[in-house]
């Protein structure tokens, strides 16, 4: 319960209430009071002008007798509780009651004056001739007006009490409307937090406002994957030759080997220096010393498959991961390489030959980790550099083995 | 400290003499008032609630024009019971209704009871309601007959 009134609906379902109410007793207890005051006005009116229609018989001059009669028939109809006529000298002639007791007369001016539920009204009588002849007193009950004002009353609250909560169930209604769309905002936030900008941002609603801000978020969350992939891209990527860099390289190795372990197979690992790379960097410079690197990028590259990896360690050394390759298919790879790095280089007006020394290491004969892997490659690397011109070396324990 | 001893029985007395009853209402007389001479010829009830309503009435040559008095409820109350036998809404009414039908100007209403003084000594024919006491107080005012007398509960 705690929890609902913190949120967006239980707020506005409590402001709702709170505003109805104070709002809807002061618009009810208005219209009750004016009913009330009708009620009472339309008794009044008819008290006063009966009154004085019962009090004109006086002057058609047949005395107190025609006067009499209709008081009686009055008095049967029930809407006079009692009835007296007393002469000019205030002697009482004529007494009718239908009540078990009629009280003293005293005159009122307004409903429910005094506390006897009785509205007394006195008319003076007159004869034909205009001379007062007495003093006609009358009783009207104020109990039916009093029992429709309480029923109005009645009525008027359970309408009030309803209206009340059917005002509180559709503002909750609206207040949920508002919040479930604020919620799955929320939640693709807290996903998109955490890094998870897969799930494409979708929000049911049908206010603008909130589609509007689903919309924003979701193209907050298309920048942050785009930005997110470039920055993962240069973060396993070498700058210069787009190659994937030593990061990546072992990612991909640890990957490959697991693969290998679980299918049994062998994998290859070569480690490739160019040669005589620091003459042209130091001579002709490190601009065409880098472009020297991009073209020798792209020829090892060319000469793998696509289920292979040619990466750059920094400098002259690159490396390639040939998963699922034999000593056999990986030595000759090696001598493609070779042979594709001993063509001449053609950059900037300048030709000039290089070419590389390259040492195999193989999984598992040579190492079932990278780190191990990575240093019998470097052996043999370092052996076929001490070869010199483009040799091939395997990682010496095999090649003392073959 | 003294101060606020002070305050309490202050707020003491104040509360007792709320709850003391009020004074017992003083008798009154409703008086039918005018400043023209209308003789010794007295008001029909007919007469006096053809007036109110604001149809013509002539009385010993005069014609009567009746001026409202609503300074007081409770005046209000006893000239609608004794004079109109009406209710107060319903008086209203007729009169409204009365003015649309014959395009003439009802009783005027006057909350006010120096300026109803005022009209009725401007106005020819004037008459009007007034507890008597308050006519009493100025001398170019005639009772013409009394309307009600008691002790308004």
Redesign the interface.
Known sequence: MKKFFSTLAGRIAIAALFLFLVMVPLLFGGVLYLVKK?YE??F??HV??D??QLASISQWGSGFERLGNELEEALLSGHIAFSRIVDSKGYLIIAGRQVRQAPSF?????FG??EDRFYQ?A??L?DAS?ERIGELQLGYDETPTRMQTRQTYRSGHYLMLGFIAVIFFITMLLGRQFANPMHQLSEASRKIAQGDYDARLQVRTNISEIKNLAKSLDHMRNELVQKNNEMQHLAQHDHLTGLPNRVLLHKRVDAALKGARGEDHSMAFLLIDLDRFKEVNDTLGHLTGDAVLRLAAERIHSCVRETDTAARLGGDEFALLLPATSGGSAEAIARLVSERLQEDFNVKDHQFKLGASIGIALYPEHGDSYERILHCADIAMYAAKRKGDGAVTWYPELETMS | MIRRGLFFTGLLLMLIGMSLPADEPHEGTLVLVSVADLGDGQLTPNQLRRAFLGIPVLVNGENIRALRNTSDPLLNEIFLQKVVYMSEPRYKRQLVSRTFRTGQMHPPDFKVQDDLVHALKSVPGGVSVMWERDANKDPALHVIQVLWKGRPR
């Open positions: 009708n006005s339309q009044i009116d006063r002008n009154a004085y005293e005159e009122d001016f307004f004056q005094a009204i008319v003076p007159f205009s």
